[in-house]
């Protein structure tokens, strides 16, 4: 596959259009034929480009990897932190992985060109050992995501394990922007990427940065390549104080000055399950383990009701990696105290 100079590469399809059954949460319902709003040319030939692409993907990915891996839409099932408990088995080990900070939608272009937009969909990783969809954006229509151009990051929801880096990792994208209704929505992106884990180790450690462009948007994924990795489950509580407040918590590397955002409540409130448990967004991050050079800092800004955001709260605490068990902290941010629990796994 050609690659970008940040080895994300695209894969170029040459056979002809088929049908993309794509997503099953994506499917439109089917309207009456004299209800049908008319689509110019130009929004179906754009639409049918891209999907092509990803018709062709989902035939080969089928062909090769369907009698090991079952369909092609199916979910990754192996489970996060497998071996948080001791003793570990021998194959559990640190590994390489990939980071993933966020995933902007940078500029609209061709005929999408107007903010807001309402955005459903998923974004998925396929690595070498599990081929099966590890999705870290997946929404349904009825489950949008608004994107304005102040605000135009998706909230990511993964992935739920490690994306492991022995061989390229693919990159499998279906955006929609949802219209009045199904008949009007449109294929915000719909692509392949490819990471070259191996030609771009030379570049581990280090934020890493690609521009994934397409018809009718440019896409920004900001991602690390992380060696001898494992992986840390942050869970928080409101063990003190109040429960009603504004947050955002976030997660990084002492290695590279970029968060993973686990939550942002932005303007509204955190969201508290009946006994104290923070509920984040996403949950799993992975941190280098080798010879105890990683580290991990866990951090919350926070804010009670009517006041404004000079009046926040920001702490942090540095946890130090294990290859089994548990650590844990507090956050003190003066009208409540949480509980911090870290648990630790190694990979396979």
């Known amino acids: 596959m050609p690659e ?3 080895g994300i590469g695209r894969v170029v399809d040459t056979a002809g259009m088929e049908t993309v059954t794509g997503h099953t949460r994506l499917a439109a319902e089917q309207e009456e034929v004299n209800e049908e709003p008319k689509r110019s040319r130009e929004d179906e030939a754009e639409e049918e480009w891209m ?3 990803l018709a062709n993907f989902r035939h080969d990915w089928t062909r090769a990897w369907s009698e090991y891996f079952g369909d092609v839409e199916k979910r990754i099932e192996a489970p996060p932190m497998r071996f948080s408990q001791e003793p570990a088995p021998s194959y559990a080990k640190l590994l390489d992985a990939l980071q993933i900070f966020s995933v902007g939608v940078l500029e609209l272009k061709g005929t999408m060109c107007c903010w ?6 998923f974004i998925a990783m396929r690595d070498s050992l599990y081929q099966n969809r590890n999705y870290i954006f997946e929404r349904t229509r009825e ?16 992935p739920c ?8 990792v693919a990159i ?10 199904p008949s009007e929505d449109k294929v915000l992106s719909a692509q392949i990427f490819d990471y070259n884990c191996i030609s771009q180790r030379g570049k581990a450690g280090s934020l890493l940065k690609d521009m994934a462009p397409d018809l009718c948007c440019t896409l920004e994924f900001r991602y690390a390549h992380l060696q001898m990795a494992l992986e840390a489950a942050i869970k928080v509580w409101i ?16 290695s590279i000055d970029e968060n993973v955002t686990l939550l942002d409540s932005r303007d509204g409130m955190v969201s508290v ?4 448990l923070v509920e984040f967004s996403r949950d799993v991050v992975f941190v280098e383990g080798r010879d105890g050079h990683g580290k991990l800092i866990v951090g919350v800004q926070a804010r009670q009701s009517g006041d404004d955001e000079a009046s926040s709260v920001c702490k942090e605490v540095t946890f130090v990696p294990a290859r089994s068990g548990e650590s844990h902290g507090i956050f003190d941010v003066g009208f409540c105290k949480m509980s911090i629990v870290v648990a630790w796994s190694l990979l396979f």
């Open 51 to 53: 999907l092509r692409r």
């Open 161 to 168: 394990r490690a994306i492991l880096l022995y061989d390229p």
């Open 143 to 158: 489950d949008c995501q608004t994107l304005t151009a102040e605000h135009s990051s998706l909230v990511l929801t993964g």
């Open 239 to 254: 063990s003190e104080g109040l429960t009603d407040f504004y947050g955002k918590f976030v997660a990084r590397t002492a």
């Open 4 to 6: 970008t100079a940040g």
């Open 116 to 121: 807001p937009i309402d955005v459903f969909g």
């Open 172 to 181: 499998e994208i279906e955006l929609r922007v949802k219209g009045t209704r």
């Open 273 to 276: 399950s009946d006994d104290g």
